[in-house]
């Protein structure tokens, strides 16, 4: 550092020790935490640790990169010098500040709850990090306002614990996981400067492998899919979620559980003015009541909400892939043997379909039901309608026939396509909500913008995205043709 980089850091820091948390660069903010990692103002790995987390706190608004360094940090520190017991303490608390915590400190924690008997107090994090529901639809975009779908999801998910629990007298948490218990081992102070001997992994104890569990997983996204359809019926919803396979007595505390409130009302009716009404309104039918033939209801227009992914989703998959959803799509295979008879091994080209599907859209969009019939995720039929309409024979990539945002939609990856369709929404994005658009993807805010100005300067010529002032914005020449894309 220069003289003036010094003492800058020398007075940030005091101030600091006084609880005066002043703003300031990233770089000061981890200088201190490789202070405190090693020992070097405090000596007590408990204070130490006390302190980091403190910083954290102060500073992670400021800069949200720090949610995935700090707090992991912390953790290792409890982990090395306290021991793991005291390191899950804290990853429990974190893990209620709905942030993840690695994948085997959650199995850890998954354990510890479930041998304390203490699930229903486990954060719903855990919970939702055993689904592979990654809603961005439609209907979740809409209804979420406030959390209230987040909220529904956790209610779903504590109610389905709850009768296993009174069913059975068994978690599900144990019902829908091999019984076989193996090590957790998580790698400490990953690109971290520590001068101490440390391990270079930590054992968080034996357990379950909860976070990997098939059968779980399932069961928990039929719970909570289940939970989201029932208020779609109610909001008058005409696509419901696949893929649900449920015991019928959770799918009845569900329905139970989400059953609307009615309140009883108190109703005092004047006949003589009923009458007077039903002949006003008889006379006004009259005149007018269309022809019969003009009387059909209008269908709602389809929404295309999620056209961009799907498109983008076209583009990353192999002819097979496409010819699989085509067929589906056109209902010329309706069974996994009829698509046997049109190409090799089609459960391998439905598998290599759903993983590209649950990281572009959140949801697996090929299901395989009762006699091996396939139907396609009814959530996106819309949009399917449209790609397959326009790639018929399920062969060419669509992204040249789309023009250089195409070309670059083709490129990005989820966590990239994520971020774009934020700024064609918004238009401009403060680095706070660009952090938040990559989080669910564990990737920094920034990296994932030079990422994608990088691609898009490749594709399109220039970058469409820059800094204006606070605010990253789009170039007012590309946004309409931004959102064009995006809405379809």
């Keep these: 550092m220069s003289e003036a980089q010094r003492n800058w850091y020398f007075y940030w820091r005091s101030q600091v020790r006084r609880g005066n948390y002043v703003p300031t660069e990233r770089g000061y903010i981890g200088l201190y935490a490789y202070e405190l990692l090693n020992l070097v103002e405090l000596t007590d790995p408990d204070q130490a640790a006390g302190r980091l987390r403190s910083v954290w706190e102060a500073y992670r608004k400021q800069h949200p990169e720090l949610d995935s360094i700090l707090p992991e940090w912390h953790g290792d520190l409890l982990a090395v010098k306290v021991g793991p017991a005291a390191a899950l303490d804290w990853w429990d608390k974190f893990a209620a500040m709905n942030l993840q915590p690695p994948k085997p400190v959650a199995n850890a924690l998954i354990e510890r709850h479930t041998q304390n008997k203490t699930t229903p107090e486990m954060p719903y994090l855990l919970w939702a990090s055993l689904t592979d529901y990654r809603p961005r639809n439609k209907f979740y975009q809409a209804h979420n306002a406030d959390g209230k779908l987040d909220k529904a999801y956790e209610k779903a998910i504590r109610v389905a614990a709850d009768y296993w629990q009174k069913a059975n007298g068994q978690s599900l948490l144990v019902k829908f996981t091999e019984a076989n218990a193996g090590p957790n081992f998580k790698r400490v102070f990953e690109n971290a400067l520590v001068g101490y001997p440390f391990p270079m992994m930590v054992d968080f104890g034996a357990s379950r492998n909860y976070e990997d569990s098939p059968t779980l997983k399932e069961h928990l996204t039929s719970v909570v899919k289940h939970a989201e359809n029932i208020l779609r019926a109610q909001a008058g919803v005409r696509h419901r979620l696949s893929g649900i396979t449920l015991d019928p007595g959770a799918a009845a505390a569900l329905e139970k559980a989400f059953a609307p409130v009615e309140k009883p009302l108190q109703i005092k009716i004047d006949h003589s003015r009923v009458a007077e009404l ?211």
Excluded: C
């Design 278 to 488: 039903h002949l006003e309104s008889e006379r006004v039918d009259a005149m007018l009541e269309p022809p019969l033939e003009e009387a059909n209801w209008v269908s709602p227009a389809p929404a295309h909400t999620d056209l961009a992914e799907v498109r983008q989703l076209w583009a990353a998959l192999d002819g097979p892939g496409r010819a699989t959803i085509t067929a589906i799509f056109n209902k010329t295979a309706s069974t996994v043997d009829q698509l046997a008879q049109k190409a090799s091994l089609p459960n391998v080209v439905i598998e290599r379909v759903n993983e590209h599907a649950l990281l572009l859209l959140g949801d697996r969009l090929i299901y395989v039901g009762v006699d091996s019939a396939l139907t396609l995720a009814e959530d996106f039929l819309d949009e399917l309608k449209i790609v397959v309409d326009e790639s018929p024979e399920a062969s060419p990539p669509i992204a040249t026939a789309d023009g250089p945002w195409g070309q670059l939609l083709s490129q990005l990856t989820p966590a990239e396509t994520a971020l774009l369709k934020s700024f064609a929404g918004r238009g401009a994005l403060a680095e706070s909500e660009i952090e938040s658009a990559a989080r669910p993807f564990h990737l920094m805010g920034n990296a994932a913008l030079d990422s994608l100005n990088e691609k898009a300067t490749g594709a399109l010529g220039h970058p469409p995205l820059y800094l204006d002032g606070e605010m990253w914005v789009v170039e007012e020449q590309d946004l309409a043709s931004l959102r064009e894309y995006f809405v379809g």
